[in-house]
Nanobody, 116 residues
Framework: QVQLVESGGGLVQAGGSLRLSCAASGRTLTYYGWFRQAPGKEREFLAAINWSGSRTYYADSVKGRFTISRDSAKNTVYLQMNSLKPGDTALYYC???????????WGQGTQVTVSS
């Protein structure tokens, strides 16, 4: 059984930063990533990393502002988010699986709200 538990969301002013954490348990999977979903919008891929940490992948919308990383000793994946904008307001999900854009497992989500 794979479990993903996100934390670190909250309210931040535009231009600020947040770091999301995802504690993973169960068997190790190939890719870990982050998606988000804003009200009335489809889920959007943000970033992914392979478990060795040797490769990262980003959506154009967040490239240069968001950084994905992992701590294998802690079984935790992070998403550092800088220069946040009101348009980044969404529910952020941690994901894991054999494919980057079609993950097999999802966390429960953590809310990020960016005020203007």
């Amino acid at each position: 059984q794979v479990q993903l538990v996100e934390s670190g969301g909250g309210l931040v002013q535009a231009g600020g930063s947040l770091r999301l954490s995802c504690a993973a348990s169960g068997r190790t999977l190939t890719y870990y990533g982050w998606f988000r979903q804003a009200p009335g919008k489809e889920r959007e891929f943000l970033a992914a990393i392979n478990w060795s940490g040797s490769r990262t992948y980003y959506a154009d919308s967040v490239k240069g502002r968001f950084t994905i990383s992992r701590d294998s000793a802690k079984n935790t994946v992070y998403l550092q988010m800088n220069s946040l904008k009101p348009g980044d307001t969404a529910l952020y999900y941690c994901t894991a699986g054999a494919r980057i854009y079609e993950p097999d497992y999802w966390g429960q989500g953590t809310q990020v709200t960016v005020s203007s």
